[in-house]
Every structure is written in C-alpha cells, then in structure tokens.
T-cell receptor, first 115, second 111 residues
Framework: AQTVTQSQPEMSVQEAETVTLSCTYD???????LFWYKQPPSRQMILVIR??????QNATENRFSVNFQKAAKSFSLKISDSQLGDTAMYFC????????????FGQGTRLTINP | DAMVIQNPRYQVTQFGKPVTLSCSQT?????MYWYQQKSSQAPKLLFH???????NEADTPDNFQSRRPNTSFCFLDIRSPGLGDAAMYLC??????????FGPGTRLLVL
C-alpha cells in the first residue's frame, strides 16, 4: 500500500521569506503522479503543482517549485517570496498511474505567513 | 469557467434524519469522487464513480450511499447521520488517472 508522510504539522515564516515543506512517500510503483494541494482556511482545495514520476525535471509554477528525488521517494515544495495569501493547509498527495483511482494524502502541513 | 459545484455549502440535519449532498461539474470528467474531511485532517475517500461504475472504499460505512444519474451530477446520501458524521464533504472530479479538481465542499452539522 502507498503511504505519504508530511513530517511538519505546522510551519510559520515571515512574508517574503522562502519556505520548504517536506513530503516523503512509499510505493512499489514505478509510474505515478505527485501533487501538492493548498487548502486555505474555510476555502476550496486547489492544486498547487503536479509532478509525473517519469519526468526528471522538477515542476515549477511561478513562486512554487518542487524538489523531486525519486530514489529517495521525496517530494518537497518550495515557496519563494511567500505572501500572506499563501497561508493555508498544504497536502502532499500520491496517485499511482495504474490501478485504482485513489489519491493518497499526507497528514498536511499548516503554513502561516506572518506580516 | 468550468468548475465543480457543491450544494448546499452548509447543511444542518438532525441525528438520524437522512440528508443528501449534491455535486455537479462542467468539466465533463468521467470520474467523480466523494471525500470526508474532518477538522485539520486529510480528506478520506469514501467512494468514486468511473462513469457509471461505482467503487466503494472498504472502510466506508454502509450509512453512506451515492448516486450518479448522469455525467454531470453525483449525490452523497447519508441514511442516518450520527454525530460522528459531522464533517466537510468534498466532491472532486478527474479524467482517468489525472489531476483531481475539488469543489468548495459542504459542511455538515448534525444536531
């Protein structure tokens, strides 16, 4: 069975700083997808970034980038120039390319950006 | 804009009184999911539809049922809500094995 672990329950940084959220996962699959989702307080869960396991290049979306280490089964999210609107719960998630349609989530990291 | 819509956003029901939550999508995705999310926890998958093919998670209580009358709509029925069923219910959609897109959720309160 696949598992996803986020070891940082809470993090807090000052506005404009860079912050890195950690995620590790365990799977025997070779082809899969990894995601970071953001869920602001009382608001909708939205996709931040997605990485296909077969791609060696790390995904980037504006201020958000990942460090994908397939051999180490690590998938960290870096947020550069953090903004107050980045305050949210961040979930790392895994989806195997084959098999069931199941998105396996980590426990989440609550990120607070302070002014 | 294409989107996932959930109604109502807030639902209050009484202990044991059946309740139905609604999800619709304009993305034309063939997979629809229902998740239960309790405070400060990760979403927990209840079941999903791949087209009309229903897939129940092994640990989803029998109290939870679902219907998908067409591609656009999916319903979550809670037959006899208990206090422990108070949660946020999230609907999501995707194409096969692709990114899931979430609706805003329905917060259920059981009195």
């Amino acid at each position: 069975a696949q598992t996803v672990t986020q070891s940082q329950p809470e993090m807090s940084v000052q506005e404009a700083e860079t912050v890195t959220l950690s995620c590790t996962y365990d799977t025997s699959e070779n082809n899969y997808y990894l995601f970071w989702y953001k869920q602001p307080p009382s608001r909708q869960m939205i996709l931040v970034i997605r990485q296909e396991a077969y791609k060696q290049q790390n995904a980037t979306e504006n201020r958000f980038s990942v460090n994908f280490q397939k051999a180490a089964k690590s998938f960290s999210l870096k947020i550069s120039d953090s903004q107050l609107g980045d305050t949210a719960m961040y979930f790392c998630a895994f989806n195997a390319q084959g098999g069931a349609q199941k998105l396996v989530f980590g426990q989440g990291t609550r990120l607070t950006i302070n002014p | 804009d294409a989107m996932v819509i959930q109604n109502p956003r807030y639902q209050v029901t009484q202990f044991g009184k059946p309740v139905t939550l609604s999800c619709s999508q304009t993305l034309n995705h063939n997979v629809m999911y229902w998740y239960q999310q309790k405070s400060s926890q990760a979403p927990k998958l209840l079941f999903h539809y791949y087209d009309k093919d229903f897939n129940n998670e092994a640990d989803t209580p029998d109290n939870f049922q679902s219907r998908r009358p067409n591609t656009s709509f999916c319903f979550l029925d809670i037959r006899s809500p208990g206090l422990g069923d108070a949660a946020m219910y999230l609907c999501a959609t995707s194409t096969l094995r692709e990114t899931q897109y979430f609706g805003p959720g329905t917060r259920l309160l059981v009195l």
